[in-house]
């Protein structure tokens, strides 16, 4: 059974920066692309980042968070990360991290997912 743990969630003013962390149980971690998803109140889960297993392999981000967000991994570790910088009242969520058995943007290509973990952005 594989676990997804997020942290590193937290509040923040705008103009400020967090990093997430996603730890992941198994040993197949690096065959994987790994995602981050977020949901704010009364909206649907959006797609922020994703990364193919090699740490330096191809990355996607959500236009509205390129340039702010960087999404790596640490395959020995079994983590990946999402570092936000500039973060704005809009950036407010639940943060997903999540395994994919192939890198895409919809969430459906996504089959473990974390609890989720709370960033919120004041102005």
């Known amino acids: 059974q594989v676990q997804l743990v997020e942290s590193g969630g937290g509040l923040v003013q705008a103009g400020g920066s967090l990093r997430l962390s996603c730890a992941a149980s198994?040993?197949?971690?690096?065959?994987?692309?790994m995602g981050w998803f977020r949901q704010a109140p009364g909206k649907e889960r959006e797609f922020v980042a994703a990364?193919?297993?090699?740490?330096?392999?191809?990355?996607y981000y959500a236009d509205s968070v390129k340039g702010r967000f960087t999404i790596s991994r640490d395959n020995a570790k079994n983590t990946v990360y999402l570092q936000m910088n500039s973060l704005k009242p809009e950036d407010t969520a639940v943060y997903y991290c999540?395994?994919?058995?192939?890198?895409?943007?919809?969430?459906?290509?996504?089959?473990?997912w974390g609890q989720g973990t709370q960033v919120t952005v004041s102005s």
């Open positions: 999540a395994r994919g058995q192939v890198l895409t943007t919809t969430p459906t290509g996504y089959d473990y």
């Open positions: 198994g040993r197949t971690f690096s065959m994987y692309a």
């Open positions: 990364k193919n297993w090699r740490s330096g392999g191809t990355t």
